[in-house]
């Protein structure tokens, strides 16, 4: 782990924590969760945005295996592709992997593929103009085939950039989008006139309703049963859309869907890697992993920060193994969060259900719910950073069998959490994690220590 010095830790009931929260929402956690519904994607993330040729039609180019539309290389058939064999490192992996560890150590994105720069800010409706718009960031995506490594223009600088998606980009296998040497903002626009609400007996507050049954929810990110995908260094948010504490608190915002979705529909996904990513302004979901299709995955989220969400992070569904019987180790996903800053949030950092998964070095600042909410989960959190005010639950039990928390060398700065070590902590997560990972103690960290996370200035 770059960020943070590699040194030992000290390892070790789960914490009896206030079962009375209501995970901010779900009034029963055992009920109808919409945000587990995998934002309304029946199978939509493998549905191609309506392109009817996914990489062999050039936009513009008369003949794709020989106009060379302003390309150096007029070999390479895909417009915007520059020959990567030119430097020794053109995409910077060596001095990004040193970020990368734990359950998606393996994944290296579009390495050894074309690089592809963003031009534009602009974004089309790839079912008006199939053919795309070179320079785009949707024609990088959802246009180029093979592997390819996906950069901003140089000459934009650190001067800010945003990308309004008209619709969610639908990212493919061996991609990686990197924001180094630039400021992004990749954002949903979130139009409420799409929408109506409609209060159903017994509900709590009105539930959302598209009036067109055809209506997607404005994810940005949709990473539907890929393998090998990096997404680094960028800010992710919605448009329209102000904080989880004014139109959520009197409108259900499931509609909105999620930031960044990640599910296995007909295969599974995984090798996954989200860093240095700074998300807000989530909707339904910052990063929910749903659908593995029975098929273990490997997502490590790093060096992240979630300011001010409501339902932050869902890691896998009560709901699609249910009676399964799970081994240690053995879950259907696994996930490593470790250097991450969970700023005021409300709940659902993560919320684990049959999965495995590995919290270490992170940062908890006032939330408003509780932390972890466990659900048949597998969940090894240690050496994190604690600043509690509003709430001091960490641990919250959420319908059925909760699972095991297994806890070591939790740091308290703000309200005692009443936190204590598992006893025999070691030998379980060395039964169960068999990944490389780097523990830095608690008491070493400071929030100071977090201010990396999220985007910041890099270069490649």
Not at 215 to 243: D, E
Not at 247 to 266: F, H, M, Q, W
Not at 285 to 300: I, Y
Not at 372 to 388: I, K
Request: net charge negative; with cysteine; aromatic share 8%.
């Amino acid at each position: 782990m770059a960020a943070l010095a590699a040194c030992g830790g000290t390892y070790g009931p789960v914490g009896s924590e206030d079962a009375a929260a209501s995970d901010a929402g779900l009034t029963d956690a055992g009920s109808t969760d919409a945000g587990l519904t995998d934002a309304g994607l029946t199978d939509a993330g493998l549905t191609d945005a309506g392109l009817t040729d996914a990489g062999l039609t050039d936009a513009g180019l008369a003949d794709a295996g020989l106009a060379d539309a302003g390309l150096a290389d007029a070999g390479l058939a895909d417009a915007g592709l520059a020959d990567a064999g030119a430097a020794a490192d053109p995409y910077g992996w060596a001095s990004l992997r040193l970020d990368l560890e734990g359950f998606g150590h393996r994944t290296t994105g579009g390495l050894d593929g074309g690089l592809y720069t963003v031009t534009r800010t602009d974004d089309y409706d790839a079912r008006l103009v199939p053919s795309g718009v070179i320079g785009t960031l949707r024609y990088g995506v959802e246009r180029l085939t093979g592997p390819t490594w996906i950069v901003f223009d140089p000459a934009w600088g650190f001067a800010p950039q945003t990308v309004v998606l008209r619709a969610p980009l639908r990212l493919r296998s061996n991609l990686t989008i990197d924001g180094r040497g630039a400021d992004v903002t990749i954002a949903a626009a979130t139009d409420w006139s799409l929408y109506t609400h409609v209060m159903r007996p017994g509900a709590a507050r009105p539930e959302c309703v598209a009036l067109d049954a055809g209506t997607r929810p404005p994810n940005v990110f949709v990473l539907a049963s890929v393998q090998n995908v990096v997404l680094t260094h960028l800010r992710v948010t919605r448009t329209g859309y102000t904080s989880p504490f004014t139109v959520e608190a009197t409108l259900d915002k499931e509609c909105l869907g999620d930031l960044v979705t990640v599910a296995g529909n007909s295969a599974p996904a995984s090798e996954l890697w989200l860093n240095h990513l700074s998300l807000d302004r989530c909707g339904d979901g910052c990063v929910d992993v749903t659908r593995p299709q029975r098929v273990t995955q490997g997502l490590t989220v790093s060096f992240c920060r979630f300011d001010q969400t409501d339902k932050t992070m869902i890691l896998g569904s009560p709901y699609d193994f249910a009676g399964v019987a799970l081994p240690p180790g053995a879950a259907f996903i696994r996930v490593s969060l470790y250097g991450n800053a969970f700023l005021r949030t409300t709940q659902r950092t993560p919320r684990v259900a049959n999965a495995l998964v590995h919290a270490y070095g992170n940062f908890y600042e006032d939330w408003r719910s509780y932390v972890v909410g466990a659900s048949d989960a597998q969940v090894f959190f240690e050496e994190n950073l604690l600043d509690a005010a509003t709430s001091t639950t960490v641990v919250q039990p959420l319908g059925g069998d909760a699972g095991v928390v297994w806890l070591s060398g939790n740091r308290d700065l703000g309200r005692p959490t009443g936190l204590t070590d598992t006893p025999g902590f070691t030998a379980a997560r060395a039964a169960s994690i068999a990944v490389p990972y780097t523990i830095v103690p608690a008491a070493s960290l400071s929030p100071t220590s977090f201010q990396g996370a999220g985007w910041v200035r890099a270069t490649r």
